[in-house]
């Protein structure tokens, strides 16, 4: 994509009511645009990144037999009334004027899949199977202070499983647990998995991802000789004590949940008859698990992770662009050798930003570093002198200069 | 995709409270779930239509310079009451228990879509410029009575232009009408692109793409002769009149209005502040515009035109799958046969649906009418005695027999 066709612009000032790092970052590079408190539009470049995100994650479910759907965000309240949770604080309700409400927005789904399960589902050869989705979330936080970190309106992955027994669901818990350590790392992120209070969810047994950062809201103490994690919710550890595994000493940490699973049990498949008959054509209840990941939250947490005190650095492979070339001058030659840079990229399915714009070598130099594309290619007056252009990555100080002839077989 | 591994099954009973041909298909071949009046899940099989119809939308915006970019669901007040809609009458309100409400949810984005632009545009030079989303839209419909046609909360593509000149707008307003003709084209479906009358939007010369279709909500006037179309609601043609292009006969036609298209002109940039500077350094306020298409009614549409008393016959383009692979029968080489295939097919990145199941061919065959895949491969000892399988199109009566050595070159 072409820089100058490119509707946003880099904003020179962070936003002054934004205190959180991935805000401030995320709003100047032109990555988000906030609309209210928590509450924040993906503009292109964002929306690229966020896309990026969710592949990853469709890939990942798919790979553990997901079928991908999509479910409404309007609930009736009947769906939260069937489970007792049509009084919770944090859901956002919907009413025609003057009258009392008649809808929720959707906050979680698990009464909205048991009830389409329980459609499709009587006997235990349609069993297990897994659904997942990649939909809005609505939930009136009352601190929703850290920009992406923590949303009222968010993007998130929910998948959902379907069993014939606990053992059954602990089996695919494992798998799934499994599956999200491989989509965080692929998101470049180094998660943790551990036992966690499950705030509305589920009074205990749910499990939940950390990444250690200290723009986190949770506090985690963790073992620094075995890598024991325990959630400072549920322990009674604290700074200094002894790992109850090792015996080794425990340390405090700020981190962030990136993901949580829920064995729900058969809460959700009572409320909605979701029942199958086993072998013996008994009939029980279906055993569900949830397992959620933000969207938003996964990006805001590798903002927060990978900076430096000039912009973003992306990993690869949820960067929006895997290669900013910036042409420097409007010498004809440079034009014409960026522009072939730009169209070879373009045929071999490189994803190029090209800053094609008449600024100065510092403005464009100050913006790339701020978007955080991994990969930096100049060409200018002065690199050609030599056939060549510069390469630098935007995580490495070190830049290089690469004959125009090699560059195609990066 | 394996058909045994599908969590929804084909219902036998059309639901009672759908009246629609396009619900009535859509629910019982599993494609969607009805969760309330207007307001319907995509399951496997429609999520896969729907991304299919993303997907050509996704191409032909960009072929346009459409930016993609994603708004939130929840707006402000604020939004709404700087143009006098907060008190239109579709939208839906959210509020916090016993107090005023603060938001609405997004039945159109183009208040969002103004602010947003005014923080990035200043001159001339960054203009014309067109963004677009996929996004879902929320509105209090009193009739939700024809499926997917008419939803309560949908999903939509709006796109939005911006623009130095009325003049400008124009150029690219038929630009965005050629491009919606290949949208619908390429989704099976011929568009007519007419005027008519903007209902909330704008009060006049706004432009829609009808469909004709016995199904449709709207009335327009043909002529037989020369093609001219009007819309019943801003015309006073009628049946039997002259046309008043060419003075053939004119005729009412039913159908469904799939697209349309609003010069907004000023209306939105006024109300937030969205101004240029022209060459000589004059403020002026942007021209807008509004191009829009609802996924599901497009969805919709496609069943109303293409279905059988045996079930929908889908486009290629938009089939949740292309081929679906059904065994008859258990014998050991026809199960090794048909997973050959199946992998074959895997491989070359051909989309099937392998009915594996053990069910007659009688029901194989009913379900597989229903479902509306364009080819429908059979393998059954029967077929395998001439080393072949049957292949029929959906939409042909005929079955022909191919040796399976030349199924590949398929």
């Excluded at 064995?263 to 055993?287: I, R, W």
């Excluded at 004809?332 to 169209?343: G, L």
Aim: proline letters at 3%.
């Amino acid at each position: 994509m072409k820089q100058s066709v490119l509707f946003t612009k880099i904003l020179r000032e962070a936003p002054k009511d934004e205190q959180s790092i991935n805000s401030q970052l995320l709003i100047r590079g032109g990555f988000i645009y906030k609309n209210s408190a928590g509450i924040y539009s993906f503009l292109p470049l964002g929306l690229r990144v966020i896309q990026k995100i969710g592949l990853i994650i469709r890939e990942e479910m798919n790979a553990i037999g997901g079928q991908e759907m999509f479910m409404t965000a309007l609930h009736d309240k009947r769906y939260l009334q069937a489970t007792g949770r049509w009084g919770v604080d944090v859901i956002f309700k919907v009413a025609e004027e003057k009258k009392e409400p008649t809808f929720n927005l959707s906050w979680t789904h698990e009464e909205i899949v048991a009830e389409i399960a329980a459609k499709y589902i009587s006997s235990y050869k349609d069993l297990p199977f897994s659904i997942y989705q990649i939909q809005t979330k609505f939930r009136n936080e009352p601190r929703a202070k850290s920009g992406l970190l923590r949303g009222r309106e968010f993007l998130m992955k929910d998948l959902y499983s379907f069993h014939a027994s606990e053992a059954d669901l602990f089996k695919y818990y494992n798998l799934a647990a499994e599956s999200y350590k491989k989509i965080f790392k692929r998101c470049g992120l180094d998660s943790v998995y551990t036992l966690a209070a499950g705030g509305d969810f589920t009074l205990n047994n749910t499990h939940e991802f950390q990444v250690l950062c200290d723009a986190g809201e949770d506090t985690i103490y963790v073992c620094e000789k075995c890598g024991y994690y325990e959630n400072k919710e549920i322990t009674k550890l604290q700074d200094g004590a002894k790992c109850p595994k090792c015996g080794g000493p425990v340390k405090e940490k700020k981190s962030i949940e990136v993901g949580n699973i829920f064995p729900l049990g058969t809460k959700y498949s009572e409320a909605f008859n979701l029942k199958f008959s086993d072998e013996k054509g008994k009939k029980k209840y279906v055993v569900m698990g949830s397992y959620g990941i933000g969207l938003g939250r996964v990006m805001a947490t590798i903002v927060e992770k990978f900076y430096d005190e000039k912009g973003i650095i992306w990993p690869k492979e949820v960067a929006p662009f895997q290669v900013h070339l910036i042409r420097i001058g409007d010498d004809p030659k440079t034009i014409k050798v960026a522009e072939k840079i730009y169209e070879d990229g373009q045929k071999r399915g490189m994803e190029v930003l090209y800053d094609d714009r008449d600024k100065s070598a510092g403005e464009k130099f100050a913006e790339a570093d701020l978007i955080g594309i991994p990969t930096r290619i100049v060409v200018s007056e002065r690199t050609l002198e030599k056939d060549s252009v510069e390469i630098k990555e935007r995580n490495k100080k070190e830049a290089k200069l690469v004959k125009i002839k090699e560059i195609h077989v990066r």
